[in-house]
């Protein structure tokens, strides 16, 4: 059971069945029915934290929007009307002229004031959205939303397992979630029930569920497949409406942050991965590569505003719009790497810029071309080995500081409510003082390539500091670091600091001769710089959990009756 608060009643657990509460939600579950995972409680979490704060902010957008329209029109009609209410002025002043106004007892009391029109009060709104849970096992996740997120109008939770679609309907009306009654005009109950709930449940397959949502679009779609979500994402990206969310975990790092499997990645994600310390912000990047190139055969684009790499998976929330312009610009925020097989150093081969040319009348007209290159030589330029190519890959931001910034207000008022608000509060701080530059080190590997003692996470952060360049932590590894300067420039910092350090024996073949033969181009200056400790070192990262039996991405259920690539794993 979840150490989550949970609800004072408990309900009553059939023989067979084991209980299991999150929150304020409880299930019951069997064996072999539907596979849940409770470590994923912080995945959860965060969803939830993250789908809410992201309704709130559509929320106050839409009403902002509709106070505009409603003004917009109301000036619109003063001023249209203006030439008819001096026509009807005139008219009530002949009126007047040939019948005096009545005395104020003979208008039973009323002033003039009375008889004026009076404006009606501003009606409230709400936008009230809808989500999709392509693949939803036991349920647990749609119905958290439905219950804990309250601007949700109805959660469509599907499955392609007989048996999970079975657990799902058990858990929603247990939950107080389940299907409504219809009613005749005269309030008599018709025979039957229809599936209104709050929670409604579908049993299909996930890809024809969202492609059948193109016309009709939900705001919210979450994928959380067991292994990747690549085959239900150019589904997703269609179902979405404008501004909507779209929610993407995948579990299989073994292939996106590893070069094991180059060829599974290429054809899963449209890039090769890293092999190289910083492979899981690679993992994210090429993830999110995948979502814009399917939205951009739409005429669509996305904005990444939270992406994290967590455990043995990573999750995204992307914001999917409409935009030609913007679709040509994906092609600018898309790069190729080059790494070096030895010390990991990186070049980055993006795939477009945009020239700007002033034409007549001061109009700008954007000229989108590919980017010359390749960039690079063969060789490593730091320590004279061979390169390989990664990618292609998303290269923007991959969070939005400002959303994030709203997430951590908002578990910072409702901390009681979710179970790992403290490991969520020290990540999502993390992120949002993270550089958009790609990518990350830790001091500890680089000193590995140079065969030195490890300079302190101060040092190196003051020694970039005090070259120019900015510094940032990163949640994706712990102890690691983001810079704006380049490869080069960190590599002279670790030189001089050799230099302070000496190192001896080295090896004529080792990569560490080869770059100890450069000088650094400036001594590094190792001295306490007064921004070396961001605000993130006041929280404690809770990057791993303590690990229990149950810990990982688990088995997938051994049940017949649904297609076991789209059987989940966590939910």
């Known amino acids: 059971m979840s150490s989550s608060s949970a609800t004072s009643t408990t309900p009553h657990v ?12 409880h299930i019951l579950m069997s064996e072999n029915e539907a596979f849940l995972n409770p470590v994923q409680e912080f995945n959860r979490d965060l969803s939830v934290a993250c789908i809410r704060t992201w309704s709130e902010e559509l929320n106050k957008l839409k009403q902002e929007r509709r106070a505009q329209v409603s003004k917009k029109r109301a000036l619109k009609i003063k001023e249209g009307s203006a030439k008819k209410r001096q026509r009807v002025n005139e008219q009530v002043s002949v009126v007047v002229e040939e019948k005096p106004l009545q005395s104020e007892e003979s208008q039973g009391g009323k002033t003039d004031t009375d008889l004026q029109p009076t404006t009606r009060p501003e009606e409230t709104f709400d936008y009230n959205f809808t989500i999709l849970e392509a693949l939803s096992a036991t349920g647990l996740r749609s119905i958290r939303y439905a219950k804990e997120i309250p601007l949700v109008k109805y959660v469509l939770a599907n499955d392609l397992s007989p048996t999970a679609v079975a657990a799902m309907k058990r858990n929603v009306e247990l939950n107080g979630l389940g299907v409504e009654e219809k009613t005749e005009e005269d309030g008599s109950a018709r025979k039957g029930k229809t599936n209104l709930g709050k929670v409604r449940v579908n049993q299909g397959d996930a890809c024809a569920l969202m492609y059948g949502h193109r016309t009709e679009r939900v705001d919210v779609v979450d994928l959380d497949p067991y292994g990747t979500a690549a085959p239900f994402i150019d589904a997703a990206v269609q179902a979405v409406k404008d501004e909507g969310l779209l ?12 070069n094991n499997y180059p060829e599974k990645c290429f054809s899963n994600y449209g890039g090769l991965p890293m092999k190289a310390e910083y492979s899981h912000e690679a993992a994210l990047r090429l993830v999110l590569h995948a979502a814009s190139t399917s939205a951009s055969r739409y005429g669509r684009y996305i904005e990444p505003l ?14 999917v719009n409409s935009s030609p312009l913007q679709v040509k610009k994906a092609l600018t925020k898309t790069s190729s790497y080059f790494v070096c097989t030895s010390c990991q150093s990186f070049y980055e081969q993006p795939l477009g810029r945009v020239i700007e040319k002033t034409g007549a009348g001061d109009n700008v007209n954007t000229i989108y071309k590919t980017q010359p290159g390749p960039t690079i030589g063969s060789r490593c330029p730091e320590c004279d080995s061979s390169l390989h190519i990664a990618g292609p890959m998303w290269s923007g931001p991959i969070h939005d500081t400002n959303f ?10 409702n901390k009681d409510a979710y179970g790992t608000s403290a490991r969520m509060q020290g990540m999502l701080t993390v992120a949002k003082e993270e550089l958009p530059t790609p990518f990350y080190f830790t001091p500890t590997k680089v000193a590995g390539f140079f065969h030195c003692q490890t300079p302190s996470l101060e040092e190196t952060t003051s020694a970039l500091l005090h070259a120019g360049h ?3 932590r990163s949640h994706a590894s712990p102890g690691s670091l983001k810079t704006t300067g380049t490869c080069e420039d960190l590599m002279d910092v670790f030189r001089s600091w050799v230099k302070k350090h000496p190192i001896k024996n080295v090896s004529e073949t080792s990569p560490a001769l080869r770059l100890l033969a450069k000088e650094p181009r400036a001594e590094a200056n190792f001295s306490k710089h007064p921004n070396s ?3 993130s070192s006041k929280f404690k990262i809770v990057r791993y959990p303590e690990t229990p039996a149950n810990w990982g991405p688990g088995s997938r259920p051994v049940t017949g009756g649904g297609n076991k690539r789209k059987r989940k794993h966590d939910n």
Do not use: M, W
Not at 247 to 258: G, K, N, R
Not at 404 to 412: A, D, G, P, T, Y
């Open 470 to 472: 900015q510094v940032s």
């Open 306 to 319: 939270l992406s994290l790499s967590i455990d043995f998976y990573v999750r995204l929330f992307i914001r």
């Open 404 to 413: 994030v910034s709203k997430v951590l207000q908002h578990i910072e008022a």
């Open 14 to 25: 059939p023989e067979g069945f084991r209980l299991h509460t999150e929150n304020n939600v």
């Open 533 to 535: 400790v961001t605000s």
């Open 247 to 258: 929610c993407i975990t995948c579990t299989d790092l073994s292939i996106l942050a590893t």
